[in-house]
């Protein structure tokens, strides 16, 4: 397995894995997420690749100030096998490798599973409230 930007005939594959792991919300259009993150300068789609297959994608970037991971998610099937973990120390080398010294991400409040893995990564809850407004 290898991880690196994601080729560009897995890009169907990652917005698929995105839907089944329940990253995707009727507001979103994933796959024009998927193209504004892999044609801007700061920011790329990793993914997973064993034997041509699409085994996990992570969506990173930074604003100039700190690095941000979105769409981190691995195969149903790969789950619970260090994966997710790899996938995480990809973005954190991406990120440091733009000498961006903080990495950050938001966990949707109801994803409990996914707040305990990263607890386990040495995540820790930065205590701010998330304010958002849709522009259009
Ligand atoms: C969350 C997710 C990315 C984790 O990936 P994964 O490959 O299953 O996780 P790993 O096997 O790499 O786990 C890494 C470590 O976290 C631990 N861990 C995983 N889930 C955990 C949980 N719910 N609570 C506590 N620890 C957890 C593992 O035991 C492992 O510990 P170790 O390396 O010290 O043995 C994956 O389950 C997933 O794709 N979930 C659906 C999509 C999602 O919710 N993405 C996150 C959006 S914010």
């Known amino acids: 397995m290898k991880i690196d930007v994601l080729p560009?005939?897995?890009?169907?594959?990652?917005?698929?894995l995105w839907h089944e792991t329940g990253l995707t919300r009727p507001w979103n259009d994933p796959a024009a997420d998927l193209r504004r993150a892999v044609e801007g300068d700061d920011s790329a789609v990793l993914g997973a690749v064993d034997d041509g297959t699409l085994v996990a994608t992570a969506?990173?970037?930074?604003?100039?100030?700190?690095?941000?991971?979105?769409y981190l998610a691995v195969a149903p099937d790969r789950q619970g096998a260090g994966v997710g973990r790899l996938m995480m120390a990809a973005c954190e080398d991406w990120v440091a490798g733009r000498r961006i010294p903080k990495i950050q991400l938001m966990v949707r409040a109801d994803n409990t599973a996914a707040a305990g893995f990263y607890e386990r990564l040495g995540y820790t809850d930065a205590e701010v409230v998330v304010l958002g407004k849709r522009l259009g």
């Open 8 to 16: 560009e005939n897995l890009h169907d594959a990652a917005v698929k």
């Open 59 to 70: 969506m990173v970037g930074h604003d100039g100030h700190r690095g941000w991971v979105y």
